[in-house]
């Protein structure tokens, strides 16, 4: 996928703001007690714009790991 060098760098931010919060986790250990966790802790902090990024960019990952089997529908 060609992403615009902005997208680019806004993407690369959220997996970024993403890690800090789920870094040392397994995805496999990630629920959606640790999902609304998260959302409490960055949605305070952040514009609507870049909370919806990171949001986005979550919800990319976690689907990925379903279609690899590293977690169930």
């Known amino acids: ?7 680019h760098v806004r993407l690369a931010g ?4 993403l890690n800090r ?3 040392l986790l397994s995805v496999r250990s990630i629920t959606i007690g640790t999902c609304h966790d998260w959302e409490i802790k960055r949605g305070e902090k952040l514009s609507a714009s870049a909370f919806n990024t990171e949001r986005l960019t979550l919800k990319a990952i976690l689907n990925q790991a379903i279609s690899e089997g590293l977690l169930m529908d």
């Open 1 to 7: 996928m060609s992403l615009k060098p902005g997208a």
């Open 21 to 23: 919060f789920f870094g």
């Open 14 to 17: 959220a997996v970024r703001q």
